[in-house]
């Protein structure tokens, strides 16, 4: 595939005396000027006199002083050093410099992206950098090197992503850097292998086009996109190219009317106001006919009304629903509520007699501004503030939601593998919610969040010790899902050695509770049976069990007479349950007056294969030999016990079932499984997500032997796709 295959065609120009059309900033100009080499040391050089001059266009009077000694710099120390397309590498620094710039970043940003493959790849140090450009330009130089494979191995790539967060972290202005780098290297990606472009496209996708749609950069981000749909998607990509061109050579255009008409609306209203249609980009397009089906002309392009103050983009919105036919559905406020990543706008639809709808955003020049550059059209969010106000502008428009959460979680991240798939996870949760505390302060989080994800974001580890939540004034369990404008108020436990719930892993969403929970699970290798002493169950307070007592004891120094014990299953119940009824499980165990747990993490019954470990109280805590506890109290160097089944009937067994959700199948599930038998001691059924619902039963049976048929039932349930025992899964 040739770089040019990668690059998305232009739609047409709309026909028409009245249609004006304003395309997205365009980034796809690459100056081949770098060919003519350096000026003299008292004028600019020739080869960015392209980007001075998009330069100037946002800030007139910059210094172009560090640019043209950037370029020196640059250029003497990549030459002869070629791409593997040909070209001198020089034309790669220019080129991003170049997207920079027409993006309006400011002159430090611009010095350092000419620099920014200087020290990787030449013998330019970091230092000289610094002594040549100060510690602003050096810093952000630093942050997009990469690390060596030679040092780091696989590892190379995501620790260097995680050295470009924690740069990140310091100055924003590394990131714009980096995507812009990775957007000219897409663009001139048809050099490389298919199998390199596809492992390149889809890190762009997983960690790039997130990252890009965050710092609130569209321009990089709708490009990378299209880019990456034509690399990974190539069928795709070609039938959405010949749908826009189809559209782009029809004779009539209903957008364009429907421009025409807004324009002679707001002229009647007296407002300053420029409507222009903007061109849906690939994937934009692609989106809309697989949600549609078939497409209208209407739907190939957005209209944008641009106006100079906030209130007037109420008055164009008041204004086109009182003139034109709105589609109230599509109405959303993104001025007086923005998104997480600095977008406003107003968003709204209006419809034509013959059916043509037509999409409207609304916003001022500056809205527009930020909405296509992001960040980079703030220069530094994170610089110290000056004297002067900035518009009341927020001093730290990012910090505070998505990337503190991303730089909190990735320090405690254990290992490159850990962090590189946390982060993907993290970056595909591409909308964020906001809940609010008692206290008047707020928690940010993605969709999908619950009430352990809020207790780790408000109290770091120390919601170890969370036992409830109320949402909204009333009681919830743990696992309840937030949802946007909650108000949540998270109960902690007085007992400073509570501990967590391995069941808070299911519920956990976002990476810094997963990895706080799997953590400490990691780090206290339970002496009890895992699964018991758990701290607070989602679904209700736990009875702690007690050290069982009973059982025969052997008489005192007959050492080789094993103990046969009674050892009796104790579950957790919720607190409006009817108290358990016991059942028992004949265990012969080598240890004389040993009493006998069986583990509730993995409900051994007969005949399982099983083994045993001492613990506290001279007791020893019976597991199915598979289970993934087994494996870590061996790794940790607990001595095994020698356990085996007595003469045994009745057991009590925990079930785990899977289902789809539908009306009344709680009622045939129950009834299925008192058919074969079983009487069920607990049932918790968790809300549905996904529309997937997860039943827990415990169950007691008269006969080991029945546990099979009780199984197959189960699984027989309509719309129930898997029935499993319980198993806790390993940290």
């Known amino acids: 595939m040739s770089a040019e295959a990668t690059n ?5 120009p709309v026909t028409g005396p009245a249609a004006r059309w304003r395309a997205r900033i365009d980034l796809r100009r690459l100056g081949r000027a770098a060919l003519l080499g350096p000026a003299a040391r008292d004028r600019l050089p020739d080869a960015i006199g392209h980007v001075a001059e998009a330069h100037r266009a946002h800030h007139p009077d910059a210094d172009l002083e560090p640019l043209r000694r950037a370029w020196v710099l640059a250029e003497s120390s990549h030459r002869g050093q070629m791409r593997k397309s040909g070209e001198p590498y020089i034309t790669h620094p220019l080129a991003v410099t170049l997207i920079l710039a027409e993006l309006g970043a400011e002159t430090t940003t611009l010095t350092a992206s000419l620099l ?4 990787e790849d030449t013998d330019v140090t970091l230092d000289q950098v610094g002594e040549e450009f100060g510690a602003e330009v050096r810093y952000l130089v630093d942050g997009v090197t990469k690390l060596e494979k030679v040092d780091y191995g696989a590892a190379a790539e995501p620790e260097t992503f995680r050295k470009m967060l924690k740069a990140t972290a310091g100055d924003v202005r590394v990131m714009s850097i980096k995507l812009a780098d990775r957007l000219h290297n897409m ?3 048809g050099v490389m292998r298919p199998e390199k472009q596809a492992r390149i496209a889809k890190v762009t996708r997983d960690v790039l086009i997130p990252l890009a749609e965050r710092l609130g950069v569209q321009a990089l981000k709708t490009e990378l996109e299209d880019l990456v749909f034509a690399i990974l998607h190539p069928e795709e990509y070609e039938h959405t190219r010949e749908l826009i061109v189809d559209n782009a050579s029809r004779a009539d255009d209903p957008l364009a009317e429907i421009a025409d008409e807004v324009r002679g609306v707001l002229r009647d209203a007296d407002i300053q106001a420029e409507v222009v249609i903007r061109p849906r980009h690939f994937v934009s397009v692609h989106r809309v006919a697989r949600k549609r089906g078939q497409l209208r002309g209407s739907d190939f392009g957005r209209l944008l009304v641009l106006v100079n103050e906030d209130a007037d983009c109420y008055g164009v919105l008041g204004e086109l629903h009182t003139c034109l036919t709105p589609v109230v559905s599509e109405f959303k406020d993104f001025i007086a509520v923005p998104k997480f990543n600095l977008y406003q706008s107003l968003h709204t639809a209006v419809a034509r007699p013959d059916g043509q709808v037509a999409e409207v955003l609304i916003r001022t020049h500056q809205m527009h501004k930020v909405a296509e550059a992001g960040v980079i059209a703030l220069g530094n969010p994170y610089a110290p503030p000056s004297e ?4 009341g502008e927020r001093e730290d428009p990012t910090r505070p939601g998505w990337l503190s959460r991303l730089l909190d979680w990735q ?3 254990p290992d490159p593998d850990t962090f590189w798939s946390t982060l993907r996870e993290d970056l595909a949760q591409d909308r964020e919610i906001t809940v609010f505390r008692p206290d008047g302060g707020t928690l940010g989080l993605p969709d999908g969040a619950t009430c352990v994800d809020a207790a780790y974001a408000q109290y770091g580890e120390d919601a170890h010790a969370c036992i409830g939540a109320r949402v909204n004034g009333r ?10 404008g909650d108000t949540v108020q998270l109960l902690m436990g007085q007992d400073p050695a509570s501990e967590p719930s391995r069941e808070w892993l299911e519920h956990a969403h976002t990476p810094a509770a997963r990895i706080a929970i799997q953590r400490w699970l990691a780090t206290h290798p339970a002496p009890e049976a895992p699964g018991e002493g758990l701290g607070e169950s989602l679904h209700g307070t736990v009875d702690r069990p007690e050290g069982l007592q009973g059982g025969a004891e052997a008489p005192a120094g007959s050492a080789d007479t094993p103990a046969v014990v009674d050892a009796q299953r104790s579950r957790p119940r919720t607190p409006d349950s009817a108290p358990a009824r016991s059942r028992t499980a004949d265990v012969l165990v080598d240890q004389p007056g040993a009493t006998v747990r069986l583990a509730g993490c993995c409900t051994p019954v007969p005949p399982d294969d099983v083994t045993g470990f001492a613990v ?8 199915r030999v598979e289970c993934p506890a087994v494996a870590r109290m061996k790794e940790a160097g607990r001595p095994e016990v020698e356990v085996r089944w007595g003469d045994t009937a009745e057991c009590r067994v925990t079930l785990y079932a899977e289902s789809f959700g539908r009306p009344h199948l709680l009622a045939d599930l129950t009834e299925a499984m008192a058919l074969e038998g079983a009487e069920i001691v607990s049932a918790t059924v968790e809300p549905p997500s996904q529309q997937r619902v997860r039943h827990t039963y415990t169950v007691d049976l008269p006969d080991a032997a029945l546990l099979p048929a009780l199984m197959r039932a189960m699984r027989n349930v309509p719309g129930v796709y898997d029935v499993s025992r319980a198993q806790t899964q390993g940290a």
Not at 388 to 391: A, I, L, R, S
Request: glycine share 8%; no cysteine; proline share 8%.
């Open 616 to 623: 506290r109280g001279g007791a020893v805590t019976v597991h």
């Open 411 to 413: 320090e405690a991240a």
């Open 388 to 391: 002067e106000p900035v518009d």
């Open 475 to 484: 009681l919830a369990t743990l696992s309840t899902v937030l949802r946007d």
């Open 8 to 12: 998305p065609a232009t739609p047409g």
């Open 187 to 189: 663009r001139t990606l």
């Open 116 to 119: 920014h493959d200087t020290v």
